[in-house]
């Protein structure tokens, strides 16, 4: 059986959350966001951090949608614990581009919904 990692539930969405969605990005951070982030981000309000993640994990959207983690940047963990913020990038990077990207498997990303719940599971 799957073990979760990571869980939140999407609150509220960013005027330009589909811009980047159209880059292959998406921004998570918590519902306390500066009101300047927060038009680009994905806002939730849990953050449920369990275990440090790793590439290999496999991140849901919704549920069906899932991603294979292929790179972790330096500082992602620790960024979501705190602030519950990352860059999530589905360009299959084997090495972050930035310390607070999560590299996802390169597969279209369908479109994100209030409600939906993001995990990670190992």
């Known amino acids: 059986m799957a073990e979760t990692v990571y869980s939140t539930v999407v609150t509220k969405l960013g005027e330009s959350v589909n811009e980047f969605l159209e880059q292959g990005m998406l921004i998570t951070f918590k519902d306390n966001a500066p009101a300047e982030l927060a038009e680009f981000c994905i806002l939730h309000s849990e953050n449920n951090l369990r275990k440090d993640i790793q ?17 972790v940047g330096e500082a992602v963990n620790k960024n979501l614990q705190s602030l519950g913020h990352i860059t999530l990038r589905f360009d299959g990077a084997t090495e972050p581009d930035l310390a607070g990207t999560l590299s996802l498997e390169a597969k279209d990303i369908s479109a994100i919904n209030i409600g939906d719940e993001i995990k990670i599971e190992r």
């Open 55 to 71: 590439a290999g994990d496999v991140l849901t959207i919704g549920s069906e949608h899932s991603y294979q983690v292929t790179a």
